[in-house]
Structures are given as structure tokens and as C-alpha cells.
């Protein structure tokens, strides 16, 4: 007669499904702990740019949250973690710790790396196609479905 050594013995069953029980609750819990440690390796960009007035302060958060970051193009400076985001975020605090106006750093911006680093372009010739674009396709389409 065969036997079948497949078949699990009830009492070795319970100590199968406990051992995976077991490395399941492992499991989630280095997950947890991963992210637990992960979380407080960020510091937001305050801690690390300290000013001396609140008001140059929320100047540099304007400008990181609406400067685009050259290298990841879909994110501002504040979000990317780029090291040449690091550096554009670096060079604004000097410019406005230097007492730099809005307008020096813009002109500064624009100068080195044109339009482009603003995540809202301004409205001129040269960007005219790129803010009508959207109206024109707009139009275009409902023209089209309509006739």
C-alpha cells in the first residue's frame, strides 16, 4: 500500500500555521518601524533656512513652492530633493538674507535659467501660445463635436 507523505498531521498543521502567523506579524511590524524611523529623518526647509524676521521667511517659502526644480521639472524646490534643488534653495536664502527684493531674485532666476523655472510663466509674447493653447483645443473641440 502507498502512503502519502503529503498529508499534514492535524497538531503539525497548527504549528504550520502559527510559524506563518508568526513571520506575517514580523513582517508588519519592520514595516512599521521602517516607516516609523523614515518620518523623522524629513525636516521641513524652516529648520534648515532660519531667519531672522518672519517676513523673509515666508518670502523664501514663496519662492521654493513656486520655483520650478530644474532637474525633476514636476516638482517646485520645496518638494524636490534633487541636489541642484538644494543649491537653488541654498543661493535664494543668501539672496534674500542678502536683502535682495523679490524683483533682483526673480531677475537673477530668469536670467539664469529663463521662464522656464517658474512653475506659473509669465504672460508675454514669447509664452502667449503657451496660455492659449488650452483655450484654442477647448474651442476647437467643442466645435467640433457640435457640427
Known amino acids: 500500500m502507498r502512503e502519502n507523505k503529503s498529508l499534514v498531521m492535524p497538531a503539525q498543521a497548527g504549528i504550520q500555521l502559527s510559524t506563518q502567523m508568526l513571520r506575517f506579524f514580523l513582517l508588519i511590524l519592520a514595516l ?34 513656486t520655483t520650478r526644480c530644474v532637474v525633476c521639472q514636476n516638482q517646485t524646490l520645496a518638494e524636490s ?8 534653495r541654498d543661493k535664494i536664502y543668501t539672496l534674500i538674507k542678502d536683502q535682495q527684493s523679490d524683483a533682483d531674485i526673480t531677475a537673477f532666476l530668469t536670467q539664469r535659467y529663463g521662464t522656464f523655472i517658474f512653475m506659473r510663466p509669465p504672460v508675454n509674447y514669447a509664452t502667449l501660445a503657451l496660455w492659449l493653447a488650452p483655450l484654442l483645443i ?10
Open 32 to 65: 512599521f518601524l521602517l516607516f516609523l524611523t523614515s518620518t523623522f529623518a524629513y525636516a521641513t526647509p524652516q529648520d534648515l533656512y532660519p531667519f531672522s524676521s518672519p517676513a523673509d521667511a515666508q518670502r523664501f517659502q514663496a519662492f521654493i513652492k
Open 81 to 88: 530633493n534633487a541636489p541642484l534643488a538644494k543649491d537653488l
Open 138 to 147: 477647448f474651442f476647437l473641440t467643442i466645435a467640433f463635436l457640435v457640427l
